[in-house]
């Protein structure tokens, strides 16, 4: 190598040195699973000679005894992991060159809380044939980032789940909403499956279940026959998210006889149309007979006003209900 090539290569080396620290470009990911998964964090910043680690705003000192931080990553030891441990966590890197924060990691544990009444026991709902119905998901300990379902066991290991329908849905807690009940339900659930039960399923790589006390329906007084509604039971509640969020739903469920349709449409902020929605174009998905709107990923053109839409024809009339819920995205320019 010639000198000027020496020169040159020990000036890129001395330029690399003097570097201050870097985001690694590592996408940073919460912690949502359970609290024994919960074992390290990683700083996503490249070119730190020291890492330092705060959660909740404290700093972690390299003498905790229920840390230890190696390079850039800390490590829990303690276990068993309690919920002292939720919260934000932030690294924060330095070289001679400059001192960089890493982003903010959220941690919150899942909890699949236990139903005081399990399936072993058997509950009776007196139900009225064409008559709305609210089958509420009963008392538990606490739970979080759970999925709600109505089903129960089958067999030793196995489980089932009601399927899909127009005239039912499953709300955002957990409430299983009538539109109206049919015979054939029934008939479903107290013959063919012997009760319904609530059920709470955590969420991520590792499922875990619990099932509440089984409920059987039992008919009570005339079928209804005379038409009512639409109205719509479920909230549809504002919400503010960043772009690039994946899977944001709104749930939309009403009751009234005959069984209502539903439709969404769209009214975005900036130029104030409304369109109607349609599955599977614009990053929406429509699911469960239009129960459910479905944002596979947030960006700017999905901010705006959702508006559900349910509608029944009965005595030569059309009769109607709507909500409406905000959806802002946060990083817009």
């Not at 072993?120 to 739970?143: D, F, I, K, W």
Request: with cysteine; glycine share 10%; aromatic share 12%.
């Amino acid at each position: 190598m010639s000198a000027v090539g020496v020169i040159t290569f020990f000036a890129f080396l001395a330029i690399i040195q003097a570097a201050p620290p870097k985001l690694s470009g590592e996408r940073q990911v919460d912690f949502t699973g359970f609290a024994d998964h919960f074992k390290s964090l990683k700083c996503n910043i490249e070119g730190g000679t020291t890492y330092e680690w705060f959660h909740n705003g404290s700093k972690i000192t390299r003498h905790s005894s229920i840390f230890i931080m190696i390079g850039n990553r800390i490590y829990v030891m303690e276990r068993p992991v309690t919920d002292t441990f939720q919260g934000t966590y932030q690294c924060k890197a330095s070289n001679d060159n400059g001192t960089l924060w890493g982003p903010k990691i959220n941690v919150y544990f899942t909890l699949v809380g236990k139903f005081f009444k399990n399936d072993n026991v058997v509950e009776e709902t007196t139900v009225t044939v064409g008559e709305n119905l609210t089958l509420t998901c009963p008392p538990r300990t606490l739970s979080r980032n759970v999925f709600y379902h109505w089903g129960g066991r089958q067999g030793t290991l196995g489980v089932w789940f009601i399927p899909p329908a127009k005239h039912y849905m499953i709300m955002e807690d957990g409430t299983l909403l009538f539109a109206n009940v049919k015979r054939q339900d029934l008939q479903y659930f107290n013959v063919v499956k012997n009760g319904v039960s609530c059920s709470i399923e955590s969420k991520g790589k590792n499922r875990r279940l619990a099932f509440s006390q089984r409920f059987l329906l039992r008919e009570v007084g005339e079928r209804n026959v005379k038409p009512f509604g639409p109205t719509i039971k479920t909230e549809l509640e504002d919400r503010e998210v960043a772009k690039g969020t994946k899977f944001v739903i709104f749930r939309c469920g009403a009751i009234g006889l005959p069984t209502p349709n539903y439709s969404w449409a769209f009214t975005a902020r900036l130029n104030g149309t409304e369109t109607p929605i349609t599955g599977g174009q614009d990053g929406y998905e429509l699911q469960n007979f239009n129960h459910m709107l479905i944002i596979t990923s947030v960006g700017a053109k999905h901010d705006g006003w959702y508006k559900c839409k349910v509608s029944s024809n009965y005595g030569g009339e059309k009769h109607s209900d709507e909500k409406t819920a905000r959806l802002a995205v946060k990083g817009l320019q």
